[in-house]
């Protein structure tokens, strides 16, 4: 087994939860008078909200961040959707000995509620948020914390993400990395970036460690 642990993204990795991200950035934006496409907004996922907000409302950003916080609150119901298959594939990493853990630049408040809400709270052997370190992504940290609370070094972990932050993150770490393309970004976005393996499905995950079995 070459990987000892297995870290994911939360946002458009584990939770399907990109559409309504930029949906309630958009209509945050529009109610200040202000605007960014939502291929703009779809690649800010993955940093926090208040870098968000400096991004696109430099000098609102308090404005912003009340606004986008009441929106989000009316679309919670759609916060915990899962991607197809997820949780399956999160109790077979289980199962074949692998460590779990989330890295997320959510605020823990959120990260915690929106894994109790999916169903995946016993499935992860750690979760580290925007809580839990003085520096985001892209910067290591957050993907240091974990392993240092897993006990497991850099060269014997994998990270999955969508965003290109996750993967100046994980490579900064020394961390493998792992694309999805169902999330901020597409395929022919993330091969220019060069994460070590891009993959379609669950199933391509599960398959890509496997053939590293041994």
């Not at 934006?29 to 996922?45: E, K, N, P, T, Y």
Request: glycine share 8%; hydrophobic share 45%; net charge negative.
């Amino acid at each position: 087994m070459k990987y000892r642990a297995v870290l994911f993204d939360l946002d458009g990795t584990l939770i399907d939860s990109v559409p309504m991200i930029v949906k309630v950035t958009r209509q945050a934006l529009q109610s200040m008078g202000l605007h960014f496409d939502d291929v703009a907004i779809r690649h800010s996922i993955g940093i926090p909200l208040a870098v968000q907000a400096h991004r696109f409302a430099r000098g609102r950003e308090q404005e912003f961040t009340a606004i986008y916080r009441g929106i989000y609150v009316r679309n919670l119901a759609d916060e915990a959707r899962l991607f197809p298959g997820t949780l399956d594939m999160l109790a077979k990493l289980r199962t074949d000995g692998y460590l779990t853990g989330v890295v997320t630049s959510k605020l823990a408040r959120g990260a915690t509620r929106a894994i109790d809400s999916a169903g995946m709270t016993e499935l992860f052997d750690c979760v580290v948020t925007a809580d839990d370190v003085a520096n985001y992504k892209p910067h290591p940290e957050p993907l240091m914390n974990a392993l240092g609370q897993l006990g497991v070094s850099a060269d014997r972990s994998l990270y999955v993400g969508d965003s290109a932050f996750d993967i100046e993150m994980a490579r900064q770490a020394g961390v493998s990395v792992a694309a999805v393309t169902w999330g901020a970004r597409t395929r022919e976005e993330l091969e220019p970036i060069r994460p070590d393996a891009v993959v379609d499905d669950w199933q391509g995950l599960l398959g890509l460690l496997e053939s590293l079995l041994g």
